[in-house]
């Protein structure tokens, strides 16, 4: 069965460019999002098996987007993605705990599928 995806990026260029790189695969975009609120709302709404997540948005930013998700929906399945590769950007992912992958900008598919099963084989678990 296809897992569901929202992808939470300010960029319409990078939500574009994921939603390609999904196709022909086991994961469904069902929703898209500009901001870290944005996101909390649908999350809510829509309850997609895979949430990815940009870091650098307006408003609040996809870290602290991905906190309060998870203190509501532990079960909720998070891949961060950004172009922020600091090792304060690294630590701050791994806080978020050991079953959020961080993947980078600009994306590798393979690395990306990876991320996309290594999420849902988490949440298949549950």
Sequence with gaps: MK?????VDDSIVMRNE???LLKGTNFDVIYQCRSGEEA???FERERPDIVTM??????????????RLLEHH??????????LVYDKTL????ELGPSVPFVFKPIKKSYFI??????SDKISKR
């Design 114 to 119: 990876e991320a996309l099963v290594k999420v």
């Design 40 to 42: 909390l709302e649908a």
């Design 91 to 94: 630590q701050m992912v791994r």
């Design 74 to 83: 532990p079960e909720a399945g998070i891949i961060i993605i950004s172009s």
């Design 18 to 20: 994921i939603e390609q």
């Design 3 to 7: 897992k569901t995806i929202m992808i």
């Design 54 to 67: 940009d870091i650098i948005m307006p408003g609040i930013d996809g870290i602290e987007a991905s906190k």
